[in-house]
């Protein structure tokens, strides 16, 4: 059986979100790690010599480490695409998650070489979020924008390759319990948000130490304009061929570096566009929320995306952050606002459901659409 | 010229406020501890002695230790207000700052005794903040409210003492921001305000380190409602001889506890009541923001009580909570609001402007108007 | 199946480490957790109820939650025997493991009560350590050890009870790799032991975070002695019918605690008593390193014991503590001393492999042996 | 009175190190900062602009931030000694504190050049700490090691210039104990040496948070060999112009990071090297030990060199780190060793005693002794 399973090469794989993938695919049911590429200075060396002293995750955590395999798999240079069109052709390259850590630009350009020359490329990088036919997906929230594949292949002339990416992994926490209340018939108009990040997201080394004891940083670049617009392009809709933003909801985000290996929290207020729905509604609302990836049962899909605490003190990043493959969302402190009508604070794993996991997610909603 | 220092006393003192209190007070200009009482268990004990392997002040930090003659100081049982009326006889004790730890009711009680008594009580704890004809005191903002202090006299019947307050110590790197705002002319309507709180704000033992490693907590149990209701009492006025709360502003706040030791940090998202001041302004506002303590050179008042830092990563915990003796506010972040009208970062250290030294400035600003 | 399983019963099922003992038994092979009993304050609660908002696991850890038949079991009052002997009678509780948190005369009284009620007790309390004929049990080390209980019980008059403990969390990370040493003929004569220690190992609250956050504290009250002495009665031998300790090795111990949540590291220098290995030979004689719980493949048993890892900065907590189920020991930076004659670092989980962990260890070899 | 301080100069003015010398010196009574050089990238801003952003001493904390006057001072390229020779001419610079950060083979050759260019370098990097005629000084404990700067410079030809070192920070807490120990006749035969380092001693941004979050590293590249040798170097002697070293004592060092922000602690187990003094006798030896500077009172010399504390759980870095200025050495949990004779823990300011402070107390020896 192993033979069926989709080879799927990881660009960037020596980094932390790269690291990541490789651990998070070990043993996945339907794809298979057979390429990786990384920086020059990795190409030529065996994956595990390549990451010898530089492994982050956690051996026997959540995710696994790699099978043996992957550490025997040679380390192309990931700015070479030849190299990985000459591994579709044996049969080792069907697409890549690319985990790549360069400038935008470049990231740009050579992950639409990867398209161009035949290569499927589902993206954590940011290069991408913002060409309007693009999609950024959330697997539970918006499938269809998976549908602007075929148009975006059509207009850049690619047979074969196409580009998606994940939205940033601040958002994660809000996008899922927002979608579920206006799916229900309550969009938010206007929310405040805070969020309190944690270090991972910044990669490794990422935010130096001194840094990080016995403070906070209320600051990270770029983060704040991140998690007010992509939302509005995940609720957005495909029109004339390319994506128009959600007019709603507007959001304001205050960005917070806090002392937490994984797991970005978020303390929300909110204000509804319409119609208010009691706190038991909303309870209701999370709890029964489901999407595609549960309908048709993804491999990396969490059993119940939304999970609400009750406990007043809860969700805490380490105690709550693995819930569910660390994939879903953890919610608690639902209460009415004082200056809004509700408040509520929301907590998703930020390397997995907000980088990894999300993009093997991705990869298997483009597999179960037909897409790869 | 020691002589003639005004003898104060410290109940609750071997707890770490009253530490605190101790500290700051070493080579006071203008107040000497010569009184300390604390629960039965440390009664009858030399303070060195009742403070040995609990003394949790750094050395030669900002605060100094004590100074050998309260070390020698015998320590009293809190309880026993008699004691403390023998010390003002014999002149050790002219007033008391309060630092209890015990229930709301008792605290409350206990402190109605020693006003009763004839000792002024400089209160840190929350039990009378409510009381109606109890200033909550915050010297740059509200030094007029101490002037209920003759109709609370003369309402108990107190020939010399009486209760002053201090409010909760997670508004303060607000309060003072909004005041200077209003003061110029744009009092806010609305806020939603998001704390990361230090654990020194709990006491110690406090909170676990199991809470506090790796990980964020979204709850303070009591801390959001005193966020959101003691700036309309502080903000409030005098009618009839007792206090009446001001209308506005309308707060929410989201109180959460970080891993930092002291220094709290709120982000605030701010709608003006009508006028709103461009960015410019509001930096000039605060810039020249100065109130009593300043204007009559009170020994613990900050010369400068607010601080803006332009970079765009302060204020930090770690970095910015000493500015000027741990008395100023810092603010950074000042930008247009997505939302409302702007939002800035603002922090203030919980057990010295918080706390200790926010209290030990309420008593110089009594002393000035001849309260005590 | 499920039928044929041991019913077992949790002395302090609501404290730390008997949620440990909850979450690590969730389908155990063998056993099945059927009794559960706690402080008065918790007797008489279903058990889902006595850990609401104490429940310290973090969800999809290592370690799963607890099964839904263990939330509705109904806590009973730990001090009540009769009710551990009547759940016995009723086949629920055929043995139990003793997470007690009381005094130590208490606990040693009470475990000796559950031992004459006819049940065994499997103690993570220290009050029997140094019992004359109860065995500390490392699995791997001493499993004969086991052999005292039937002396154990004769002398009591114990007809099916009896009493059996695992040693202090402290020695867990030197004991295995001593022993491996040892056994190959290379015993130590003296060793200098720094261990920084985790602070789930003082259970919770436990350590305040005051003294955790920028800070250590090189002193944890009893540690040192019993990890000075503890090894001299597990490398010891049964004469006369009780525990006759070994003479060597002769070990000084600084045991400090540091900000970590799990995960006890020891830097050690080691001098042989006698002829002295290479480090090649000593790493083989590590890697080849096995006992009976490998050899009889008991189901918690690590597959290898002892990991070497040959990264020069490893082994580190957070990312070894949970290597083979968190129960093998991992060491590093093996290299000749500067003093004595070789030095390197050692790593085990505190609450794994160090508490609940090892007791379902010793459980599974004392049913291998036939005593349970 | 200005006018007459000798003017210095900082190399590496903007770094960490750097950084803290500046705010050292800020009213130093005798020195006064008037040149700064630094890397190219820095050369020709203003000393305020070269650190916006980038200035990580805490405002108000034990070190003031810089004076006026260094905000304004143009920042030079360190690499061009004819600029430093020309502020020397002009009176701005008779000699330079050195924190460079190259590599050890460029900044040994810079050190040199400055040298040679006739200005005095006391510096705090490592290049030089193994030039045989280069004196490793710690004011207390060696000061006529001085004397070897007639003999350095005739060597090199250099009129006016020498170089002189301090040693590593990890070895300052227990230099000074093992000097007033053998000082006392007590000397040291061996000592098993573990050491617990906070992460300013690895510079900005240094350590990674995600490796000091929940976590420690049990390795400090090339600390351990520091720790080790350059104690017999200082306490070695001049012989035919070149430093001797000392044969004991014997150190064995593991040197691990763990998450605290500054204050290096070590676990001390030690053998005497013939007569042993009782545990009194030590404490007391400690309580009196002086030196030079205590003597010729030094302006940044701490009143008491070693501060013995007799709680049982001290000292701990955050608590300890800053007595004395940060200049002392902190000391507790003196008691017998198993395995040596004693054993004990010490703690030193990694950035200040074990820097900046120490650099600059050296300086005051070198003035005191008439080679400034």
Redesign the interface.
């Known amino acids: 059986m192993e033979l069926e399973k989709i080879p799927v090469g990881i660009l960037g794989a020596t980094g932390m979100v790269g690291q990541q993938y490789i651990s998070l695919l070990n043993n996945h049911p339907w794809f298979e790690v057979r390429y990786a590429a990384a920086s020059p200075r990795s190409a030529g060396k065996k994956y595990s010599e390549a990451v010898?002293?530089r492994w982050?995750?956690?051996?026997?955590?959540?995710a696994a480490n790699y099978a043996d395999h992957v550490g025997n798999i040679v380390v192309e240079d990931a700015n070479d695409v030849s190299r990985a069109a000459a591994a579709f052709k044996k049969g080792n390259c069907s697409f890549v998650f690319s985990a790549l850590e360069m400038s935008k630009d470049e990231t740009s350009a050579l992950e639409e070489e990867y398209a161009a020359a035949g290569i499927p490329v589902i993206s954590n990088a940011s290069a991408h979020r913002w060409t309007s036919d693009v999609p950024v997906l959330i697997a539970e929230i918006n499938p269809d924008h998976a549908d602007i594949i075929p148009i975006q292949k059509k207009k850049h002339g690619w047979e074969r390759g196409f580009i998606t990416v994940k939205p940033n992994c601040s958002i994660q926490s809000y996008m899922k319990p927002l979608h579920a209340l206006a799916a229900a018939g309550y969009p938010a108009r206007?929310?405040?948000v805070?969020t309190?990040q944690a270090?991972?997201g910044a990669g490794?080394?990422?935010?130096?130490?001194?840094?990080?004891?016995?403070?906070?940083?209320?600051?990270i670049g770029g983060e704040e304009e991140k998690s007010?617009n992509e939302p509005l392009k995940i609720f957005g809709s495909i029109e004339s061929g390319v994506f128009k933003n959600a007019e709603l909801p507007?959001?304001?985000?205050?960005c917070?570096r806090?002392?937490?290996?994984d797991g970005h929290?978020a303390?929300i207020?909110l204000e509804f566009d319409g119609k208010k729905p009691s706190l038991g509604e909303i309870k209701a609302i999370w709890a029964a929320y489901k999407g595609l990836p549960q309908d048709a049962d993804f491999p990396s899909a969490p059993k119940q995306p939304i999970i609400y605490r009750e406990?007043?003190?809860?969700?805490?990043?380490?105690?709550?952050?693995?819930?569910?493959?660390?994939m879903a969302v953890v919610i608690?402190?639902l209460r009415p606002?004082?200056?809004?009508d509700i408040?509520f604070?929301a907590l998703s794993h930020n390397t997995v459901r907000g980088a990894a996991g999300g993009g093997i997610l991705s990869a298997e909603l483009l597999k179960y659409k037909g897409y790869l």
Request: charged share 25%; glycine share 4%.
């Open positions: 010898y002293g982050h995750i956690a051996s026997n955590a959540l206007r929310l405040i805070n309190m270090v991972s490794y080394p990422g935010v130096s130490s001194l840094d990080m004891i016995d403070n906070i940083v209320p600051y007010e507007q959001i304001s985000a205050h917070n806090v002392p937490v290996v929290t303390c207020s406990e007043n003190d809860r969700p805490q990043p380490r105690k709550d952050r693995d819930a569910d493959k660390a608690g402190r606002c004082n200056v809004f408040r604070t």
